[in-house]
């Protein structure tokens, strides 16, 4: 253990002079070249459009409209932003007044960008049936050793990063409105892994983390993509021996922050005509922290981003948690909690009848208690029970799982038909350098189970009453599981 960690002390040394030899995408002669695209909801009628450049700009401009060839409004930020240790600058810029579920073309205003365009988001109410796409812990594919290999036109995924999950999400970009991506991107703090990263010292993270974001940008520069924190965004490295090469600027989710903080909404006000949800969703706007928790709602669904990391008692990547991550806090005392407290209570199932919640740290899985997250069972499991939520989804565990609706570890009898408790999937198969996470032990409760190849899943909200959840294999386009949730939604506001 000496010997190691002597050699490990010694690695910034080394890496002074060797950080060339790390795999970093080409710097372009034109700086102000948009790289990493992302997607939002950011309102009712707003989409926020985010992107790096290498070099700072000091204004950020998106022109749109809904013809390709007529880009007449145009929409800027002032301002881009950085980290110690990152070679990128992160902008974003918020297109508003957008006509609901309607194709925009866009434009980042720059000497070498193209037209790409989007679907703005469903109107809050619109019953017309929806897909939502579900990906959780997904890793960069290439030479770092990570993961394996129309009315739309399909985005263009280079052959050398055609990852089966990317590319499964490219191949059926017509088949889906926006994706919900809860945790884990990149795994760049997994670049001790690949032992060559060893003598590039910090850098490699910083390469991975570019890799990824450009291997996404053809899914989140199309789709409306939403994110929310993982243990991977906590800190460069998980193992406490490997603090030394962490630099500051990205502990504490500081990439995270920096990508996604001003794209992410705040909840929206409520479209409800009851003036005590109308309240309760001014109060839960005020507890809201984008990134990392936050909500918003898109035709019949109304959709809460909660954070499973840190920002309530003994989280575990939170100062003393249990990861030994020290993240964190990010709020107030309670923060979190009062805002899904107060959110949930704001639903009004005449408007939004399905009710999501979406976190990284699941508390019911196979594989037995290394699995599962007690303190996050603990300070949410009760809130989302007694609201009603309809389905919940996490990630975490490296594969598919799907269990029947419960609730403190008990079957609710009514099984998929009206259950008063929710239906709880992982949906954490999507690849990366860890690999898949075997099925292990199920309990009683587990429906489907599924570690065999990269996977994940297909939310598709047909009506008021029915959400049928696919599981897809990303390699073949296979369905390896589906199920329908019926929930006759007869009460306004639930409180059970």
């Known amino acids: 253990m000496v010997g190691s960690f002597t050699l490990i002390k010694s690695l910034p040394v080394l890496a002074a002079g060797t950080w060339a030899g790390v795999n970093y995408p080409t710097i372009p002669d034109d700086l102000t070249t ?7 909801v950011y309102g009712p009628n707003s989409v926020s459009v985010g992107w790096n450049t290498y070099e700072q700009l000091n204004q950020s401009c998106v022109e749109y409209g809904t013809s390709a060839d007529d880009l007449s409004s145009k929409s800027c930020s002032t301002g881009s932003t950085t980290y110690d240790t990152s070679r990128t600058w992160a902008s974003a810029v918020i297109l508003s007044d957008l006509t609901a579920s309607t194709t925009y073309y866009y434009k980042i205003v720059s000497t070498n960008s ?58 059926t970009v017509d088949d889906y409105e926006i994706v919900i991506h809860p945790g ?3 795994y760049a703090d997994d670049w001790y892994e690949n032992i060559e ?60 922050m920096h990508r996604f903080d001003r794209t992410m909404p705040t909840p929206f006000t409520s479209s409800s005509t009851n003036t ?42 939170g100062t003393d948690g249990s990861a030994d991550l020290d993240s964190g806090p990010f709020g107030k005392s309670g923060q979190q909690l009062e805002f899904l407290k107060a959110d949930l209570a704001s639903v009004d199932r005449t408007v939004t009848p399905w009710l999501i919640v979406a976190g990284h740290r699941p508390w019911y899985s196979t594989g037995g208690s290394d699995n599962i997250c007690t303190p996050c069972q ?14 919940a989804v996490f990630g975490h565990v490296h594969n ?94 639930v409180v059970q």
């Not at 189970?449 to 897809?472: C, G, H, M, P, R």
Request: charge should be negative.
């Open 197 to 256: 990263n060893l003598f590039d010292g910090t850098e490699a993270y910083q390469s991975i983390l570019e890799q990824f974001y450009d291997q996404l940008a053809p899914i989140a520069g199309r789709k409306l993509y939403m994110a929310s924190p993982g243990n991977h965004e906590a800190d460069c490295t998980e193992i406490p021996l490997l603090d030394e090469l962490c630099p500051e600027g990205q502990k504490n989710f500081t990439d995270f």
């Open 378 to 391: 603990d300070a949410f499991e009760e809130l989302l029970y007694t609201y009603g939520v309809d389905l």
């Open 184 to 186: 884990d991107f990149a």
């Open 400 to 493: 598919s799982q799907r269990f029947t609706p419960l609730y403190n570890g008990t079957v609710d009898p009514a099984n998929m038909t009206d259950p008063k408790a929710p239906l709880y999937i992982i949906a954490g198969g999507a690849g990366n350098i860890e690999g898949l996470s075997d099925v292990g032990t199920e309990p009683s409760y587990t429906e489907f189970a599924y570690a065999d190849d990269y996977s994940y899943a297909t939310l598709k909200l047909l009506d008021e009453q029915n959400l049928q959840v696919d599981f897809i294999r990303s390699s073949t386009g296979e369905v390896l599981d589906t199920s329908t949730l019926y929930k006759s939604h007869k009460t306004q506001f």
């Open 114 to 171: 193209t037209v790409n365009h989007f679907l703005s988001p469903r109107t809050p109410g619109d019953k017309t049936p929806f897909n939502l796409d579900v990906v959780i812990d997904l890793g960069v594919y290439g030479a770092d050793g990570y993961t394996i290999s129309s009315r739309d036109t399909i985005p263009y995924v280079p052959p050398e990063l055609n990852h089966t999950t990317i590319a499964r999400l490219a191949s």
């Open 276 to 317: 005590t949800a109308q309240a309760l969703a001014a109060k839960a706007q005020g507890y809201a922290l984008p990134p990392f928790w936050y909500s918003f709602e898109y035709g019949m669904a109304h959709i809460v981003m909660i954070n499973t990391e840190t920002d309530f008692p003994d989280a575990p990547d």
């Open 34 to 40: 948009p790289f990493q695209q992302r997607l939002a």
